[in-house]
T-cell receptor, first 116, second 116 residues
Framework: DTGVSQNPRHKITKRGQNVTFRCDPI?????LYWYRQTLGQGPEFLTY????????KSRLLSDRFSAERPKGSFSTLEIQRTEQGDSAMYLC??????????????FGAGSRLTVL | AQTVTQSQPEMSVQEAETVTLSCTYD???????LFWYKQPPSRQMILVIR??????QNATENRFSVNFQKAAKSFSLKISDSQLGDTAMYFC?????????????FGKGTKLTVNP
């Protein structure tokens, strides 16, 4: 169990550029979540996958945001045409299937995005 | 709307003393799960303790315990024998699975500093 891995840890980009973050969950966890955390706030839910299916999306996830989880393993979060308001820490978490420790999220260290 | 309120933005405590962090939440659901997560400086978020709303008994994990008052929708965290390593942001969170949602709703956090 190597934990939840996120890459890159830090990304600085210019407004209008596209960025992509990757998350590798704990191998036996079939559930994967993306959250966004801005300074002084708690994490806000963005989206949730069970295996490869994206089952829930927040209204925070605008058309410029897309998340995928091909083959139900790692996930990517892409932000197109970045805006300064996208600057935040993007957190990935994973959890076990329901009924066996589900609800308990294991978080990664996060990917910090700075849009100039 | 489902919300979590942490009314103490910052708190401090002397090493070895006891501190209580407050949390209130709002939901119309009868069954839900409550959590306290800890986010040390520049490190990933980890679970401190969790409580299932249908269980009357307050959860405990070593030096950490909760005071769950369902009627008052209150879920406070007590840290006994505080240690320097307890210095962190503490987030209260809950999930109801309403409508099949897997969203975890977080408060804004309480910054706890343990002083030597």
């Amino acid at each position: 169990d190597t934990g939840v891995s996120q890459n890159p840890r830090h990304k600085i980009t210019k407004r209008g550029q596209n960025v992509t973050f990757r998350c590798d969950p704990i191998s036996e966890h079939n559930r994967l979540y993306w959250y966004r955390q801005t300074l002084g706030q708690g994490p806000e839910f963005l989206t949730y996958f069970q295996n490869e299916a994206q089952l829930e999306k927040s209204r925070l996830l605008s058309d410029r945001f897309s998340a995928e989880r091909p083959k139900g393993s790692f996930s990517t979060l892409e932000i197109q045409r970045t805006e300064q308001g996208d600057s935040a820490m993007y957190l990935c978490a994973s959890s076990r299937p329901r009924g066996s420790g589900a609800n308990v999220l294991t978080f990664g260290a996060g990917s910090r995005l700075t849009v100039l | 709307a489902q919300t979590v309120t942490q009314s103490q933005p910052e708190m401090s405590v002397q090493e070895a003393e006891t501190v209580t962090l407050s949390c209130t939440y709002d939901t119309s659901e009868s069954n839900y799960y409550l959590f306290w997560y800890k986010q040390p400086p520049s490190r990933q978020m980890i679970l401190v303790i969790r409580q299932e709303a249908y269980k009357q008994q307050n959860a405990t994990e070593n030096r950490f315990s909760v005071n769950f008052q369902k009627a008052a929708k209150s879920f406070s965290l007590k840290i006994s024998d505080s240690q320097l390593g307890d210095t962190a942001m503490y987030f209260c969170a809950f999930t109801t699975h309403q409508g099949g949602s897997e969203k975890l709703v977080f408060g804004k956090g309480t910054k706890l500093t343990v002083n030597p």
